[in-house]
């Protein structure tokens, strides 16, 4: 009886794991992006790409095409944690999203204002932007990756990069 409050906590443990937990969507040579435990048409590296885009395609719900339309503004200019939390399944990119820009880059604006820990340094920026992009492939029923940008017409929108003349301003020097 004595080893039954230490096998108690572990139960628990047991019980409370959801059952996304138990499953491993990554395999080797392949991942499972749709969580369904087989490797479909789209997830199969050796097929080719118009294969892979219909079947992919034909499992998609009107609402996933969508978000696959879409790019969000990064932190503070749309998302309003630096981080994913659990409120992420109730938003609009619960069934995924096609970009994210000028996510965790630490700019400021008129009409923003995101100060964050993850701009810098680079590694601390990658490790967040993984992470992000992890809660995309685990979290959404495709689980089809983001496209990260962080650019401008003037070059790389970071704190910590250097903005070059945007080319419309060029014409304003020739003339």
């Known amino acids: 009886m004595k080893k039954l409050p230490l096998l108690l906590p572990l139960l628990l443990v047991c019980a409370l794991r959801s059952p996304a937990q138990d499953k491993n969507i990554y395999h080797k040579g392949w991942v499972d992006f749709n969580k369904n435990g087989r490797m479909d048409v789209f997830e199969d590296p050796s097929q080719p790409i118009d294969k892979r885009v219909a079947d992919l395609l034909s499992q998609m719900t009107v609402e996933e095409k969508t978000c696959q339309l879409a790019t969000l503004y990064g932190y503070k200019r749309v998302l309003k944690e630096e981080m994913p939390t659990p409120s992420w399944k109730n938003e609009v990119w619960k069934d995924g999203i096609a970009n994210i820009d000028e996510e965790l880059n630490n700019l ?37 990756p983001v496209d990260f940008t962080n650019e401008g017409i003037h070059g790389l929108n970071h704190d910590r990069a250097t903005s070059l003349p945007a080319p419309i301003g060029y014409w304003q020097h020739l003339g």
């Open 108 to 144: 400021t604006s008129k009409t923003d204002d995101a100060p964050t820990q993850y701009s810098y340094p680079y590694s601390k920026h990658a490790s967040a932007i993984n992470t992000i992009q992890k809660w995309f492939v685990e979290e959404t029923r495709m689980g089809i």
